[in-house]
């Protein structure tokens, strides 16, 4: 596609339960980023995916985050059992990084999420 | 440990240039500066990148100085609809943000 998709835009779970983000990144991008946003605040980092390199997981928070990446296509974030701390907007970016050449990130426009 | 430092908060009035500092005084050989704005409720935007000498695109220029240990984002002629979050990025193989400078474009 044009741009970075992200998908549901807008999500309200109960405490407790488990939620799926997933982010479309551009065609033949290899490097995907996902941050998370709470209100008010800076972007934190989560996981970075690279090809078919170990990602790095180094930025989340704790293990009810998961990430996922096959290939170069469709990530998708999963927290479970949700807490209202964890309530934000979670941003997925990704970048087409060829040799020494560095590109510019894509963000896509997030996912809200509202724990109640 | 964003290895970048910004102003908090920065006022310009419209139409003027705005100059957006960053110190990375622990920056790499290798590492890339990258300059990206957060406008209210939207998804970061990418402003403009450099290695070692100055560049220039549509919607900014950045200036970096010589021992590479800060840059400067200029906005030429400031509106108000350049009043965002700007975040400077000194990129290795992750991409973290620091706080930013918050840029206020005034009347």
């Known amino acids: 596609g044009a741009g970075v998709s992200q998908s549901p835009s807008n999500k309200v779970t109960e405490k407790g339960k488990d939620v799926e983000l997933r982010c479309d990144p551009i065609?033949?991008?290899?490097?995907l980023y996902w941050y998370r946003q709470r209100l008010g605040q800076g972007l934190e980092f989560l996981i970075y995916?690279?090809?078919?390199?170990?990602?790095?997981k180094s930025g989340l928070p704790s293990d009810r985050f998961s990430a996922e990446r096959t290939g170069e296509s469709v990530s998708t974030l999963t927290i479970q059992r949700t807490q209202q701390e964890d309530s934000a907007v979670y941003l997925c970016?990704?970048?087409?990084?060829?040799?020494?050449?560095?590109?510019?990130?894509?963000f896509g426009s997030g996912t809200r999420l509202t724990v109640v | 440990d964003a290895k970048t430092t910004q102003p908090p908060s920065m006022d310009c009035a419209e139409g003027r240039a705005a100059n957006l500092p960053c110190n990375h005084s622990?920056?790499?050989?290798?590492?890339?500066v990258y300059w990206y704005r957060q406008i209210h409720s939207q998804g970061p935007q990418y402003i403009i990148h450099g290695l070692k000498n100055n560049e220039t695109n549509e919607m900014a220029s950045l200036i970096i100085t010589e021992d590479r240990k800060s840059s400067t984002l200029i906005l030429p002629h400031a509106t108000l609809r350049d009043t965002a979050v700007y975040y400077c990025?000194?990129?290795?193989?992750?991409?973290?943000f620091g706080a930013g400078t918050r840029l206020t474009v005034k009347p």
């Open positions: 065609s033949g991008h290899t490097a």
């Open positions: 995916f690279q090809g078919n390199s170990a990602p790095d």
């Open positions: 622990t920056i790499s050989g290798n590492e890339y």
């Open positions: 990025i000194v990129r290795a193989n992750d991409m973290r």
């Open positions: 970016a990704s970048s087409l990084v060829s040799g020494l050449r560095e590109n510019g990130y894509t």
